[in-house]
């Protein structure tokens, strides 16, 4: 394998996406980052985007916040493609191979069927696989 020298190698080294912020944009994750009521991974997202808005490289970003290189730049990718909105998405989309399934609560469970004074929760048991069958 032939070696290439260092500068084209430095060269085609991938580089983080800057990100510029205007002062709203700054507020509003500053205000996610600190909130009380915000999601810590909301926070994070933020504390991500606005520590890349300074400048700072992804392992740099990783080590301050305790998280990988890849997720600094996961976030980092996400909010330049996608703006703040992004941020807040907590959904995963799933394959299409992946049916999802739904849950039927009953209205009635077996603990809640034994409480009854009359009712000993042997008795609520076979109730409730009465109703299951």
């Given at each position: 394998?032939?070696?290439?020298?260092?500068?084209?190698?430095?060269?085609?080294?991938?580089?983080?996406?800057?990100?510029?912020?205007?002062?709203?944009?700054?507020?509003?994750l500053?205000?996610?980052?600190?909130?009380?009521r915000?999601?810590?991974r909301?926070?994070?997202?933020?504390?991500?985007?606005?520590?890349?808005?300074?400048?700072?490289?992804?392992?740099?970003?990783a080590?301050?916040?305790?998280?990988?290189?890849?997720?600094?730049?996961?976030?980092?990718?996400?909010?330049?493609?996608?703006?703040?909105?992004?941020?807040?998405?907590?959904?995963?989309?799933?394959?299409?191979?992946?049916?999802?399934?739904?849950?039927?609560?009953?209205?009635?469970?077996?603990?809640?069927?034994?409480?009854?004074?009359?009712?000993?929760?042997?008795?609520?048991?076979?109730?409730?696989?009465?109703?299951?069958?």
């Open positions: 394998m032939k070696h290439m020298p260092l500068r084209y190698v430095v060269e085609f080294m991938r580089r983080a996406v800057a990100i510029n912020l205007n002062e709203s944009e700054r507020q509003g500053e205000q996610l980052k600190r909130g009380r915000v999601s810590v909301l926070a994070e997202r933020a504390a991500i985007v606005l520590l890349a808005a300074e400048g700072r490289e992804n392992q740099d970003i080590a301050e916040l305790g998280i990988t290189r890849q997720k600094a730049g996961r976030w980092r990718r996400r909010y330049v493609e996608q703006g703040l909105p992004v941020l807040r998405k907590t959904h995963r989309v799933r394959d299409e191979n992946h049916e999802s399934t739904s849950i039927t609560v009953a209205p009635w469970s077996a603990k809640r069927c034994g409480r009854r004074p009359q009712a000993r929760p042997t008795g609520a048991a076979r109730r409730w696989r009465r109703r299951q069958g």
